[in-house]
């Protein structure tokens, strides 16, 4: 099975930006439909960005469209999401997850069945 490594979180001023890495090992990511999904203290667990396995779809939660972008970088097995005009209701734990059986990209938790352990972004001044 894969296993899931997020990295790249931080302190990051208002109007900053980051990117976020989540490395696979154990499978070739490019087998895997992943998203990106964060949790803010208080709050339910909710999608932000998810990218099929030839990283030609991309789907996008409405409050980061435009500012973040998702990606596949092939050769390094990671899939990473690039945050710019970051705000402090980004802040949250950014976790990503992977599966084999989602078609195409798809925004349900549920099915993805491979989790990372997290990566913190605080966005504040």
């Known amino acids: 099975q894969v296993q899931l490594v997020e990295s790249g979180g931080g302190l990051v001023q208002p109007g900053g930006s980051l990117q976020l890495s989540c490395a696979a090992s154990?499978?070739?990511?490019?087998?895997?439909?992943v998203a990106w999904f964060r949790q803010a203290p208080g709050k339910e667990r909710e999608f932000v960005a998810g990218?099929?396995?030839?990283?030609?779809?991309?789907i996008y939660a409405v409050s980061v469209s435009g500012r973040f972008t998702i990606f596949r970088d092939v050769v390094k097995n990671t899939v990473h999401l690039q945050m710019k005009s970051l705000k402090p209701e980004d802040t949250a734990g950014y976790y990503c997850?992977?599966?084999?059986?989602?078609?195409?990209?798809?925004?349900?938790?549920?099915?993805?069945?491979?989790w990372g352990q997290g990566t913190q972004v605080t966005v504040s001044s």
């Open positions: 990218i099929s396995r030839s990283g030609d779809s991309t």
């Open positions: 154990g499978r070739t990511l490019g087998n895997y439909a």
């Open positions: 997850a992977a599966d084999l059986y989602v078609l195409g990209v798809d925004r349900s938790e549920q099915l993805y069945n491979y």
